[in-house]
Nanobody
Framework: QVQLVESGGGLVQAGGSLRLSCGDS????????MGWFRQAPGKEREFVAAIAITWSGGYYYADPVKSRFTISRDGAKNTVYLHMNSLKPEDTAVYYC?????????????????WGQGTQVTVSS
């Protein structure tokens, strides 16, 4: 049984940093990809970043977070991280971790098979 659990959210001032973690106690993802999405109140869930679990480990980022956010993975701990720097008030949202068994369309919500419950990130101005 897959169970993705996010942690690390919280309240931070603009310009600050946070690190989100996503662990899975149910299985070890050794293929496919892992992604982070976010959803602000009244908005659709949107892609943030993804990492392909392949020998090359491709990385994918949404334009608004490029150069500020970094996704990484610790295979030994079965954990994916989202390092968020230079946070802005518009980054405020619930952040979701997701896992896909596929190797394409990492930016699409529909590509993911498993989702966490989300963790709140609030950036104050």
């Amino acid at each position: 049984q897959v169970q993705l659990v996010e942690s690390g959210g919280g309240l931070v001032q603009a310009g600050g940093s946070l690190r989100l973690s996503c662990g899975d106690s149910g299985r070890t993802f050794s293929s496919g990809g892992m992604g982070w999405f976010r959803q602000a109140p009244g908005k659709e869930r949107e892609f943030v970043a993804a990492i392909a679990i392949t020998w090359s480990g491709g990385y994918y980022y949404a334009d608004p977070v490029k150069s500020r956010f970094t996704i990484s993975r610790d295979g030994a701990k079965n954990t994916v991280y989202l390092h968020m720097n230079s946070l802005k008030p518009e980054d405020t949202a619930v952040y979701y971790c997701a896992a896909t068994l596929g190797y394409r369309d990492y930016e699409r919500v529909s590509a993911y098979n498993y989702w966490g419950q989300g963790t709140q990130v609030t950036v104050s101005s």
